[in-house]
Nanobody
Framework: QVQLVESGGGLVQAGGSLRLSCLAS????????MGWFRQAPGKEREFVAA????????SYPDSVKGRFTISRDNAKNTVYLQMNSLKPEDTAVYYC?????????????????WGQGTQVTVSS
C-alpha cells in the first residue's frame, strides 16, 4: 500500500512559477518510478513528467520540456514538480502517481497508485 498526497497547487499568473509536492507513505518509496499527470475539464489525462527510482532518468512530453522539472528526495519520500514559465494551457488538476514495474512512463494504466490531485490555475 502506497498513499500519495499532492500539495502546492494554486493560482498563478502566466509566466510565473509553482512547485508541486507529492508526499508518499510507506517504507519503499525508492522502489517506485514516479510520475505526474494532469487533466483539464473535458480533456484526456495527459502525461507531464516521470522519474526513475534513483532520480537518474527523467522524461517529459514536448508540451512541458524546458519549463517543468521533476525531482525526488527519497529521504523525504517526496517527489516534486517545478513548473516555470507557466501558461494558461497548463491549467488542470495535477496528479502524482507511482508504479513499481518498469514500463511506459506516459501510460496511466502502468501506474499502481494515485494521489487525490491538486488544482493549478494559470491566469492570462
Amino acid at each position: 500500500q502506497v498513499q500519495l498526497v499532492e500539495s502546492g497547487g494554486g493560482l498563478v499568473q502566466a509566466g510565473g512559477s509553482l512547485r508541486l509536492s507529492c508526499l508518499a507513505s510507506g517504507h519503499t518509496f525508492s522502489s517506485y518510478f514516479m510520475g505526474w499527470f494532469r487533466q483539464a475539464p473535458g480533456k484526456e489525462r495527459e502525461f507531464v513528467a516521470a522519474i526513475s527510482r534513483s532520480g537518474g532518468i527523467t522524461s517529459y512530453p514536448d508540451s512541458v520540456k524546458g519549463r517543468f522539472t521533476i525531482s525526488r528526495d527519497n529521504a523525504k519520500n517526496t517527489v516534486y514538480l517545478q513548473m516555470n514559465s507557466l501558461k494558461p494551457e497548463d491549467t488542470a488538476v495535477y496528479y502524482c502517481a507511482a508504479r513499481y514495474y518498469s514500463g511506459s512512463d506516459s501510460r496511466p494504466e502502468e501506474y499502481d497508485y494515485w494521489g487525490q490531485g491538486t488544482q493549478v490555475t494559470v491566469s492570462s
